[in-house]
């Protein structure tokens, strides 16, 4: 029953990793235009999938030689760094310098080039050790990795609610992947360790995840404007522009505000505008203003004054009716207005 089970359990994670090939070659050859986040998410697909598929081949039975089981390794020391860059493209719209990117993947290059000459000695010190210098090196980079996604993601307008979802449970099931083959690394005999193969399983329902968000468009990987024309100096300035107006005074209340009211306040054209807002919230210029009423009315809604009504906390917000600011802050919060005010109360 034992070995029935296991066996279930491998035909799983080799669905999963046969799945993530073919997302994988999807993202690279069949998507007519690719986006930095989509190459390193691409990148963190196969380098995972090296270290599954070793885990898979010896779980079949097979033993690889010395060559594949090194280059698996390096798929480890990859995943890191890819998960690292496929966070931070996703954040940040200013496309990363090439030779930067290469330092990242510096030991995993190494690694591959070196393959050859490096023996598979699984019960050898040295091969220990270099096994968590690649766990330590890749918790690094997560844990760093996570730092940056909780200190950038706060701002609720940067992603859309279901991307933000996607991105939660994403770092959530890299983590226990990692974790899986951390405890895997603490046994003797690491290949007859059950943690072995649930680091597949994991990986296998993460890619499992993914699939099904793409299928349902909740994820696109893509931001309107591939590349910014924004000088680095301009993106500065206009970004101090907008949190003086937003924070300062209050733009959004207005009800009448528009993308070219906007510009002309901020002494900007429209078009940059909007290129920034897209490139820093991925949003468009409605639902950027809204989200900040929506934070406005929550403060209004929280603050105990109920002699307020609906309607005036609304139109205090900046919406120009009751409609839009019920579809708004349900949108934003899954929630009523009412509903909010009696869940603060």
Not at 74 to 85: H, N
Not at 190 to 204: A, E, N, Q, V
């Amino acid at each position: 029953m034992k070995v029935e089970a296991e066996s279930i359990l491998i035909f799983i994670a080799t669905l999963g990793l046969v799945q993530g090939i073919i997302f994988c070659t999807y993202l690279l050859f069949l998507k007519s235009s690719k986006s930095d986040s989509s190459i390193f998410l691409s990148l963190l697909i196969i380098a995972i999938s090296l270290r599954i598929g070793k885990s898979l081949l010896i779980n079949y039975g097979y033993i690889p030689n010395s060559i594949f089981i090194n280059v698996g390794l390096a798929g480890f020391f990859a995943i890191g760094p890819s998960f690292y860059l496929y966070i931070r493209s996703s954040l940040f719209s200013k496309k990363l310098d090439q030779s930067k990117v290469l330092l990242h993947y510096l030991p995993a290059i190494i690694l591959i080039l070196f393959s050859w000459l490096i023996p598979h000695k699984i019960d050898a010190t040295w091969w220990r050790i270099l096994y968590f210098i690649i766990l330590i090196q890749c918790f690094v980079y997560l844990t760093y990795t996570f730092y940056v996604y909780k200190k950038h993601s706060k701002d609720k307008t940067r992603f859309a609610p279901k991307e933000r979802v996607w991105f939660n449970v994403f770092i959530i099931g890299v983590f226990f992947v990692w974790a899986a083959y951390f405890i895997n690394g603490l046994y003797l005999e690491p290949s007859k360790s059950i943690t072995y193969l649930i680091g597949s399983i994991l990986y296998s329902f993460l890619i499992y995840s993914l699939t099904y968000l793409v299928l349902k468009r909740s994820v696109t990987f893509e931001r309107k404007y591939r590349y910014s024309t924004l000088k680095e100096s301009d993106r500065l300035v206009l970004m101090e522009k907008i949190n003086r107006s937003i924070h300062e005074d209050k733009i959004y209340r207005d009800y009448d505000i528009t993308l070219t009211k906007m510009s002309v306040l901020l002494g900007v054209p429209a078009n940059n505008l909007s290129q920034f807002i897209n490139e820093e919230y991925g949003q468009k210029f409605t639902n950027f203003i809204n989200s900040f009423r929506v934070k406005e009315s929550k403060r209004l809604l929280k603050s105990g004054e109920k002699i307020f009504k609906i309607s005036h906390i609304a139109y205090e917000s900046g919406f120009s009716s009751i409609s839009s600011f019920n579809a708004s802050f349900k949108k934003n919060t899954g929630m009523t207005p009412s509903q909010y005010r009696d869940a603060e109360s």
